[in-house]
Nanobody
Framework: QVQLVESGGGSVQPGGSLTLSCAAS????????LCWFRQGPGEERKGVGS???????NYPTSVKGRFTVSRDNANNILVLQMDNLNADDAGMYYC???????????????????????WGQGTQVTVSS
């Protein structure tokens, strides 16, 4: 069964840190590009970091220097380390995966696209004092 399962969400104070994980199963994880997306209330999903099959990462300006995406191909896990969190970082966090050339290009550019091969169900992050 193909799955992407996010975990690690929770509540954190501004300035705090949180680590999210996305566990993959049922497909060849190492051959897929991956991206983390955040969706705030009433908003579309926005990409916050992506990683390709060569471990190249890409971040939007809003999170660069604060968020780090990494992958563990041996254990089929995608990780998002989030530091110095602020209120704008709150929302539901999703991971997405794709292995096609077009899909990887879109993921590396953080394009919100419903038809990626795989999406997780999300984990909630709250930033509040």
């Amino acid at each position: 069964q193909v799955q992407l399962v996010e975990s690690g969400g929770g509540s954190v104070q501004p300035g705090g840190s949180l680590t999210l994980s996305c566990a993959a199963s049922g497909f060849d994880f190492s051959s897929h590009c991956l991206c983390w997306f955040r969706q705030g209330p009433g908003e579309e999903r926005k990409g916050v970091g992506s990683i390709d099959t060569n471990d190249k990462t890409n971040y939007p300006t809003s999170v660069k220097g604060r968020f780090t995406v990494s992958r563990d191909n041996a254990n089929n896990i995608l990780v998002l380390q989030m530091d110095n969190l602020n209120a704008d970082d709150a929302g539901m966090y999703y991971c997405a995966a794709d292995s096609s050339a077009v899909g990887c290009a879109l993921l590396m550019g953080w394009v919100n696209y419903d038809e990626y091969k795989y999406w997780g169900q999300g984990t909630q992050v709250t930033v509040s004092s």
